[in-house]
């Protein structure tokens, strides 16, 4: 045995008594000991990928978007090595790399992370979601991301694809080279459904400014925080015409929404099982990606069609007999598009709902996001609503000034007790809104009584 392939063997093991003993670390530890033994490790074994890598970026929705883009790989016969646990930064993806095969490569990755796993692993097509305000006291201001993806799609031109959401101000210009001319090698995909627009700017309303001359943009429409259609008056940058578009949809609520398409490849229709406008976006750079990498479109709109809630991302799981949604919010704009659905399905009884808030370094330390989002538009809409997390007194103050009923609202910080409460309570349907390691700890809380799977299996 090689002494590379001493570490490995090492890492797998230190990976299987994780597992073993249930304590967690799963995703992370074998990549962590193996990056520790082997700082290459990821370049010796991407270079094990011979049918290239796809990578997955954005604020909100990369999880959802890269197991779309899986199903889809799946469905052409194609299994590629893949994160699917959600642990995105280096040592989630090394032990991806160290405990799977396959030829192809398909990793969601943080942020700010980008730069590093895109260097070392090469990969043949890279797609950019969105950007968003979120987590300031560990990534800064969302300029400042921006900038950094700059640089790596200027350093991988004529090597790698993109696929960029040209919605998003901030991803549509990095398609652009400094003089502002289209690069090659781009795909864009939008939403260009009007119907669709909201009906004023949200607070969760963060590319204000152009990139390349500092003017305030123009907006016609926006579907999602920033993302809509807009121009900068100034130097006449504007939102270029995306190959991959939403030309109609229909939200269902909760059961999802019916999307047509326009591609390169023809008309597409999409039937989604999972809700709002934001997995529309996610369906389409899925879209966008798929037809990259080869995937017919027809097995594309049946993998999509089939497709499942991933972790924490509208998962429905039954707990003794009553169904818990759990809905990941972790932002003002991804909060503001799960309040945005759940108030199609508020009916004149309303809503029993769970909200954790946590001030953990993965959710943020800095929590007064949660006045950014519009919990007013469930005002009038919630029955009962338990308030629970480190920050739980706080999510409950938020709630008060939304107009939300004050008897309605109670407090209990413990994940289990909370839970419990809210589901006693409840009418045999409960939504859940955790922040990140809220979403956690109750995933750790549902598999120890047994109603949910080790997300790591």
Sequence with gaps: MTAFGAK??????????????RRGGGTTLPGRVLLRL??????????????????????????????MIAATLAAAGRHPVHNRAGSNMTWGVVTAL??????????????????????????????????????????????????????VVESRAGRTRFALNADDPAIADLGRDAAGAPRDGIVYFGVEDASQALPELQHAFDAKHCR???????????????????????CG??????????????LRGMEGSRVELRTPAGPLRLDLPLPGLYNVYNALAAVAAALELGVEPEVIAA??????????????????????????????????????????????????????????????????????ADFELLTGGVRRVVCAGTRAAEMAVRLKYAGWPVEAIEVEAGIAA????ALAQSDGRLFALPTY??????????????????FWR
């Design 98 to 151: 160290l405990e799977q095969r396959g030829e192809e490569g398909l990793f969601e990755v943080d942020e700010a992370w980008l730069p590093r796993v895109a260097e070392h692993l090469d990969p043949s097509l890279i797609v950019l979601g969105n950007l968003f305000r979120d987590q300031l006291d560990r990534y800064g201001e969302m300029e400042a991301l921006a900038e950094d993806w700059a640089k």
């Design 212 to 234: 390349r001359c500092g003017a305030p943009y123009a907006y016609e429409r926006a579907f999602v925080g920033h993302l809509g259609h807009y121009s900068c008056p100034s």
């Design 437 to 454: 390691t809220a979403l956690l700890e109750l995933r750790r809380l549902l598999t120890s009584r047994g109603h949910a799977k080790e």
């Design 8 to 21: 490995l063997a090492a890492a797998r093991a230190i990976g299987a008594a994780s597992r073993i003993s």
């Design 418 to 421: 909370s839970l419990d409460r």
């Design 303 to 372: 993998a999509l069609s089939g497709i499942r809630a991933a972790f924490g991302r509208v998962e429905t799981i039954d707990v003794g007999g009553a169904a818990v949604s759990i809905l990941l919010i972790k932002n003002p704009a991804g909060a503001n598009e799960v309040l945005r659905t759940l108030s199609l399905e508020a009916g004149a009884d309303g809503l029993d709902l769970w909200i954790a808030l946590n001030d953990g370094i993965a959710d943020g330390r800095d929590v007064s996001w949660v006045w950014d």
């Design 237 to 250: 940058a504007e939102r270029p015409r995306p190959e991959v578009a939403a030309t109609a949809i229909e």
């Design 38 to 67: 082997e700082p290459d490790a990821m370049r010796r074994l991407g270079a094990g990928l011979r049918r290239g890598t796809t990578i997955v970026s954005a604020t909100n929705g990369k999880t959802t978007t890269a197991g």
